[in-house]
């Protein structure tokens, strides 16, 4: 029997399964839908049981309990999305909670006066309360867009559009009411129009808000949220006769809008909860979104001119009243659409600005990816630099061991007067990066304590940040503006990013110099290697054959060295190696190549030189050697000698192989004479 349970629960389970995937079974499973289903199905049972209960209190307190269920409903739902919303992104929510808080009293206030089947007096509670309301909803919406500026000017342009049409319109319509009602009850009638007035500012409050929102914040709880204003501004708007005449009374379709209305609102905060949880999919596409902003300024045109043509038809004596509500309402749509122009060129400027400064990250990145040398990147960094920022000058300092850090590139302008002082120790608020490891923003310059002195006049604003890659300090860069500049958060960060990836580069391109460097030279003594002697080698005989010119050849071999090493030790040999191969490249010219050819053996090479220029240069070098000394066992002990053979080319050979044989066989002839020497004159003591 389980197993017959259990293949026939298994197409249930598919059943669901697939379901699953519909667009109402998405909805289902989120419990703001759930309740909002559930709110609705309530709305309609009150809707429903309206007629059939008996006239005055009892229909009264039937509507009363349902806007206090649903105004409680909104409040708390609110309150709980604001608590669970964190830094600026809660006080919307706070000021709806207010909102809703507010329209709940108005709303019991009300109630109170239905139930007991006495007149509602305007103004009273209830109007402070509603009108309350509608005020912290725009305040709420505005919230929404903090720090967005033309967005809320947006905001306020879009709303006063709409607040004039729909007075406009309510002129019109009301015309011989609003006229008697003006002269006999100014105050009462003023308040009535400001239910129109301030729901209605705050329904184009919130399309503004909807539109102004950025693009990856989920919408759908804010296109809710419109709705539900909506709602309550059309409940207002169209009870403003029955606030005139004082006949309001519960059971009428007002009920249903204004109930609607709550439950909308309840559910835009349910589902802004849930939105920030999970990642919906957008409920409307970029293009729709930015499709209406453009047809809601055509559809107010639109209005406003069936308005006009309305009013003159009708000569209802409001012609003037409309056509200067439907003027003013241009002049708004005109300057919303300078704003947009406007907007328009900023975020085009913006992305200008956004494709120089991903620029600037791209070349460092490639930098680090590729093989440049160490000083043109550094001045690619600096020069980047500048563009990233838009500062006026840039200043890069690296770590040099045992010298602190040393400025290696510097990237100046005429309006900062900075001086070329590469090479230089650092200084300047690049020392507080280098202490504190963290950027220093300094948009007073000269009020900042690291600041130097002679460049107060100059350099307004500066920024210094420190290159850190793999964990080590690598340098710092600093960039200096002539003019004050606050830089923003995104410039920080931008700087931050465009610091890492530059610390990469510049730690890259020192392991790649070093990587070559010991490829080319020899690890102890610092000279080239043999390797890379023989390709100098080969290159200096392809020029001197194409070219007919001559070269020398001299081999050196360190005499002793095995001696020193037995008796010494090797730190002494090496330190006696070191020593010799220092003398030599001092001595030598600037053209010409030092390597270290073998153990004890080095070897001179000398571009364009003759017999009597090499064999001056190689006395030059004995003589150095004869005056040095290498420090063991507590004192200083004279070099080993050093025995020499030279070869030129093309005399003495063609080839490398046959110059560095000829130069071995008269080192060692040279060995031999000064072993002769040393052995007569022994003989002689």
């Known amino acids: 029997m389980g197993q017959a349970g259990l293949s026939h629960a298994t197409p249930l389970a598919n059943l669901l399964f697939v379901s699953d995937l519909t667009p109402l079974s998405r909805a289902l499973a989120l419990r703001s839908w759930r309740a909002a289903l559930v709110g609705l199905g309530a709305i309609l049972a009150v809707y429903g049981l309206e007629p059939l209960a008996p006239a005055g209190w009892p229909r009264g307190a039937l509507v009363s309990v349902a806007w206090l269920a649903l105004g409680l409903g909104a409040m708390l739902a609110a309150l709980r999305a604001a608590q669970t919303t964190p830094g600026r992104e809660r006080l919307p929510w706070v000021f709806v909670t207010l909102a809703s808080g507010a329209w709940t009293i108005g709303m019991l206030v009300r109630s109170a006066f239905v139930i007991a089947d006495v007149p509602i007096p305007t103004p009273g509670l209830d109007d402070i309360a509603h009108l309350s309301a509608a005020a912290l909803l725009i305040f709420g919406f505005i919230a929404m867009l903090r720090g967005q500026r033309l967005a809320i000017y947006a905001l306020l342009l879009d709303s006063g559009a709409v607040v004039l049409l729909l007075l406009a319109a309510i002129a019109l319509l009301l015309s011989s009411a609003l006229a008697s009602e003006m002269k006999q009850e100014p105050f009462v009638t003023t308040v009535v129009l400001l239910y129109a007035v301030l729901w209605s500012g705050a329904t184009g409050a919130a399309l503004s808000a909807l539109w102004g929102s950025p693009m990856e914040q989920p919408r759908r709880a804010f296109a809710i949220l419109v709705i539900g204003v909506a709602l309550n501004a059309l409940a207002f708007t169209l009870s403003l006769p029955v606030f005139l005449w004082g006949q309001f009374q519960a059971g009428t379709p007002l009920d249903l809008l204004w109930m609607l209305g709550m439950l909308a609102i309840g559910v835009s905060a349910g589902t802004w909860i849930e939105d920030r949880r999970s990642a919906p999919r957008r409920l409307f596409s970029r293009d729709v979104v930015e499709l209406s902003r453009l047809a809601l300024p055509a559809m107010t045109a639109a209005f406003a001119a069936g308005l006009v043509v309305v009013a003159n038809l009708s000569n209802s004596g409001v012609e003037l ?365």
Do not use: C
């Not at 090496?574 to 270290?596: F, G, I």
């Not at 003759?610 to 000394?629: D, I, N």
């Open 321 to 685: 009243f409309v056509d200067s509500a439907v003027a003013a309402t241009m002049v708004i749509l005109a300057l919303r659409a300078g704003l947009a122009l406007y907007t328009n060129w900023r975020l085009s400027e913006t992305e200008r600005r956004r494709a120089v400064q991903f620029e600037a990250l791209y070349e460092v990145g490639l930098a680090a990816a590729g093989e440049r040398s160490l000083d043109d990147l550094v001045n690619l960094v600096v020069e980047q630099a500048t563009q990233l920022s838009r500062t006026h000058g840039a200043m890069l300092a690296l770590a040099a061991p045992g010298d602190g850090f040393v400025i290696r590139a510097l990237r100046p302008n005429p309006d900062l007067g900075l001086r070329d002082s590469v090479g230089e120790p650092l200084a300047g608020i690049s020392l507080a990066a280098v202490e504190t490891r963290d950027m220093v923003v300094a948009p007073h310059y000269a009020d900042h304590p690291k600041s130097t002195k002679p460049l107060h006049a100059t350099i307004a604003s500066a920024i210094a940040v420190p290159l850190i890659a793999h964990g080590e300090l690598v340098g710092t860069l600093a960039m200096y503006s002539a003019t004050p500049r606050r830089f923003s958060s995104d410039t920080q960060r931008l700087v931050r990013l465009y610091a890492a990836q530059a610390a990469i580069a510049i730690a890259n391109a020192r392991l790649l110099a070093e990587t070559h460097r010991l490829a080319r030279d020899d690890d102890l003594t610092g000279v080239l290697n043999r390797r890379s002697l023989m390709e100098r080698l080969d290159s200096e005989l392809a020029g001197a054959a194409r070219h007919g010119d001559i070269f020398a050849v001299v081999l050196f071999d360190v005499d002793g060295l095995k001696n020193v090493n037995d008796t010494a030790g090797h730190l002494a040999g090496n330190e006696v190696l070191t020593k010799v191969a220092h003398l030599m490249r001092e001595s030598a010219r600037a053209e010409d190549v030092v390597a270290r050819f073998g153990g004890d053996e080095f070897v001179l090479l000398l571009p364009r030189t003759g017999l009597l220029p090499a064999q001056a240069l190689v006395s030059r070098v004995e003589s150095r050697l004869r005056e040095e000394t290498y420090h063991w066992a507590g004192r200083d002990h004279p070099l080993p000698s050093v025995s020499f053979g030279i070869a030129w080319f093309p005399e003495d050979g063609r080839t490398d192989d046959a110059l560095l044989a000829v130069a071995d066989e008269r080192m060692y002839e040279d060995k031999a004479r000064s072993r002769a020497r040393r052995e007569g004159a022994s003989g002689a003591d």
